[in-house]
Structures are given as C-alpha cells and as structure tokens.
C-alpha cells in the first residue's frame, strides 16, 4: 500500500513544533504587528496557496478553527484539493460565540473532504448538517496526544502557586499540572485540563465542547464575577464537589488521535472524493521530512531493515470505521462516608 503526499497546517502554539523536534519545510511569517482578519487571511490564502502549487499534496490536514485553518481550507479547495479537518464538528451553534472561531469551524467543516471528528457528539453534529457518514473518523483529539507526553516529564510531587506572563506550550501545561483548578475562556484548556484532573470554570456563556460540561469535568461560569467566585470559592472550600470534577471520565480521547487518522488515511475506503485531484501516489520518501520523521518515531520499523522504512511497512492500530468507539480511561469511583471521607478506588 502506498501513502499519498500530505501536508500539514499549523497554526496557533507553533512553538509545540519545537517541543517534537519537528522543523518546518515551509515557515510564511505573516505576523504582523496591529493587522487585521483580512489582512492574515488575504496573506495565507496567497502563502499557502503558493505552497500548495510547490508541493502539489494529496491530502491538505488542517487543525481547529484558526483563521489559518479558514484560509489554508479555501485554499485547497480553491485548488480542488482534499482537506482533512481534524478536530471537526465542534459547535456551539451560535455564529458569534465564540467570534470567530465558531464560523471557522463551520466553514472549514464545508469544504474539508474527510472530518476527524474527536467526540461522537461532533460527529452527530457533522451528521446533523449532511455530511457523508463514510467521510466522518470518530478519531479523538490531537491536543491530548500532544499533551499527555510532554505532561509525564514534567509533573512533581511539590506544589506551587504561580503567577505569570503569557507562557509558551511547555511551561503552560507545567502550570496546569501543578493547579488545583483552572479557570480560563480557551478551548483548548477545556480539553487539556480534564486530562490532567483539573476542574475548570469556563468563562463563557456557550461552548463548543459540551462534553466536558456533560461529563462533569468543565462548569460554565459565564463572565459574571459573583458567578466565579462563587463556583471557585466552592471547589476550593468543597472537597466532594472539587474530586467530583477532577475525577470525572475526561470525555476527550485518550492519547491515540493521531494514530486513528493516519490509520483511516491508509485506508483503501478513503479515497479521493469527488472533485478532489490525486497529482499521484508516493512512498513515505517523498513525504516531507518532519511528517516523515514523526510518523517513524512514533512507529518506528526495525533498525536493521532501513529497506523497509516506508509509510506502508509503519504498523499504526486498526480504526474500524465510524462505529468505533474511543476507549475510556479506567473509571474511578469516588465515595463518601458518614463523616465526610473520601475514597478513590477504580470501577
């Protein structure tokens, strides 16, 4: 089996590049000081576009509901070219909240041929709105896979308090580990603290990720600081409320996303959609050398067969379609006696 040509998209947190090793072939620098939503996006629609017709992909993977998500979409699609979106489905159903990410998602979701969907409550989204079922992988998320190693390394047992600039990826999740709770308005947070047992207090009156709130990991407080205090103060006052927000099931996968989406691009069953151009196939050789170099890392063929360091020799675990279900974590179980006590045992 043969892999085709792929190119990957980043966009916010590239400093997470540095953290694997991994060096972009293609860097736009399109940061500007006080430019404008239009301004980005004419610049990558005409950036990535240039590095579209250079690198002639197959397959376009973008991340999130960035406006470099937006524009690197249009831009493959304005070049009939597949998109894979990965972290898809996501909603909050309002267009303005969050503004804009809320219409990014959606619009990338409309042009992308394959949807990396991270819970079954974004593929029912995505099912809702007419996508093709056999274009939907119910994949898990990304961030998780990104956080998870990184947060092994750097948890200890001694506490701290921290107060700070802005921080980059790395030392953020340090920060996160070390919480007892956070409180933040970020998407993203509301996926990575839940994997590290934090509590978070969301300060917005809508998400696109209700299944931290369902799954009681996540709160929604709103902007309202009566609201945040008051939910803050109880978890930090509670112990019963805090360990039944930290020890909930995080509802967003379980450090294996990226395997499930190369798997499902190696598939025979996903291939080109119509309208969507294959330049050709090509061995793992002719990927770009950071893909490469990740894909082998992470699934590495024996060292004394160099021959067969190939994308088709990398064994990744079998994805069975859009039925399959992400595997949980072990549940745990938290009781309480007469006395206020609590115990933590597995289910």
Not at 195 to 219: F, Q
Not at 321 to 330: C, D, H, K, L
């Amino acid at each position: 089996m043969t892999m085709k040509k792929v190119l990957a998209v980043f966009g916010t947190r590239p400093e997470v590049l540095d953290l694997f090793d991994i060096v972009p072939e293609y860097d736009l620098d399109l940061m500007r000081s006080q430019q404008t939503l239009t301004d980005i996006t004419s610049r990558i629609l005409n950036g990535v576009g240039k590095i579209y017709d250079t690198a002639q992909p197959d397959v376009g993977l973008v991340h999130g509901d960035t406006t470099t998500t937006l524009a690197a979409s249009l831009a493959a699609f304005y070049r009939h070219l597949a998109v894979g979106h990965v972290e898809a489905g996501l909603r909050t159903g309002d267009t303005w909240s969050p503004w804009h990410e809320e219409l990014n998602r959606r619009l990338t979701d409309a042009v992308s041929a394959w949807h990396f969907a991270p819970t079954e409550q974004a593929r029912q989204n995505l099912l809702n709105e007419g996508a093709s079922a056999d274009r939907i992988v119910l994949a898990g998320n990304s961030v998780i896979d990104a956080l998870l190693e990184p947060a092994e390394r750097i948890l200890s047992d001694l506490p701290n308090f921290f107060l700070t600039t802005t921080q980059e990826y790395l030392p953020f999740i340090f920060l996160m580990s070390r919480a007892y709770l956070v409180i933040t308005d970020s998407g993203g947070v509301q996926e990575e603290a839940p994997a590290l047992g934090k509590p978070v207090l969301v300060t917005r009156e809508t998400t696109e990720r209700p299944e931290a709130v369902a799954a009681g990991t996540a709160r929604l407080v709103g902007t309202d600081i009566g609201r945040i205090v008051s939910a803050a103060s109880e978890l930090l006052d509670d112990e019963y409320a805090y360990e039944r927000m930290a020890f909930s099931t995080n509802p967003y996968s379980d450090g294996h996303a990226c395997e499930r989406i190369i798997s499902a691009l190696r598939r025979k069953s996903m291939s080109s959609p119509p309208g969507c151009r294959v330049s050709h196939q090509s061995r793992a050789s002719t990927l770009p050398r950071p893909l490469r170099r990740l894909l082998l890392r992470q699934f590495p063929v024996e060292a004394h067969e160099p021959s067969r360091a190939a994308a088709e020799d990398i064994i990744v675990p079998e994805f069975v379609g859009v039925e399959a279900t992400i595997p949980s974590p072990t549940p745990s179980v938290v009781t309480v006696d007469d006395i206020g006590d609590t115990d933590l045992r597995s289910a």
